[in-house]
T-cell receptor, first 116, second 118 residues
Framework: AQSVTQLGSHVSVSEGALVLLRCNYS??????LFWYVQYPNQGLQLLLK??????LVKGINGFEAEFKKSETSFHLTKPSAHMSDAAEYFC??????????????FGQGTILTVHP | GAVVSQHPSRVICKSGTSVKIECRSL??????MFWYRQFPKQSLMLMAT?????????EQGVEKDKFLINHASLTLSTLTVTSAHPEDSSFYIC??????????????FGPGTRLTVT
């Protein structure tokens, strides 16, 4: 079964600083990979996804993520944090086939705090 | 486009009663809907997958007789928590997969329902 690990349950940055949220997956076959954002008491919004081809994926709100097969990682970055980026971020994976095809498995989540 | 709504957004019920949560795809037809629960400060855990017109498929450890799922139309799925207990208090989130999508992993999420059982 797929699993995904997010390193760091809390990340705190200053406004304007680089944001780096870490995600590692465990699979012998590279899965589909996603980053979602969740604001308090709201559902999830898709930031970006990796399905094939380009390993550097650009998403909404200035976020991007790079798929590194050798490191089984899909870290999320943003060059300059904004106060509105404060939220919880989830990394998720989905198998490319098999019985779990199309199902999402989520990481534990990382709460991003942005300081003025 | 691709908006999913949930009703109610918050509900408080007494222990032993049942509560129904609705999940609607507002501007698309959803052949598949997913139900997740999220405990405070934890990740989303998939509870079940429902396909329109057929029985839901529950994940291991989820009691199907306690969490009744109905997906009677292409725009509506309901989750009924029967004989609710305080440990059922959680944030329940649904998501929907569009009938027209060629990407099976693509899901649109609802805003969630906060259930509190007293």
């Amino acid at each position: 079964a797929q699993s995904v690990t997010q390193l760091g349950s809390h990340v705190s940055v200053s406004e304007g600083a680089l944001v780096l949220l870490r995600c590692n997956y465990s699979s012998s076959v590279p899965p589909y990979l996603f980053w979602y954002v969740q604001y308090p008491n709201q559902g999830l919004q898709l930031l970006l996804k990796y399905t094939s081809a380009a390993t550097l994926v650009k998403g909404i709100n200035g976020f991007e993520a790079e798929f590194k097969k050798s490191e089984t990682s899909f870290h999320l970055t943003k060059p300059s944090a904004h106060m509105s980026d404060a939220a919880e971020y989830f990394c998720a994976v989905s198998d490319r086939g098999g019985t779990s095809y199309g199902k999402l498995t989520f990481g534990q989540g990382t709460i991003l705090t942005v300081h003025p | 486009g691709a908006v999913v709504s949930q009703h109610p957004s918050r509900v408080i019920c007494k222990s032993g009663t049942s509560v129904k949560i609705e999940c609607r795809s507002l501007d698309f037809q959803a052949t598949t809907m997913f139900w997740y629960r999220q405990f405070p400060k934890q990740s989303l855990m998939l509870m079940a997958t429902s396909n329109e017109g057929s029985k839901a498929t529950y994940e291991q450890g989820v009691e199907k007789d306690k969490f009744l799922i109905n997906h009677a139309s292409l725009t509506l799925s309901t989750l009924t928590v029967t004989s609710a207990h305080p440990e059922d208090s959680s944030f329940y989130i649904c998501s929907a997969r569009s009938r027209g999508t060629s990407e099976p992993y693509e899901q649109y999420f609802g805003p969630g329902t906060r259930l509190t059982v007293t």
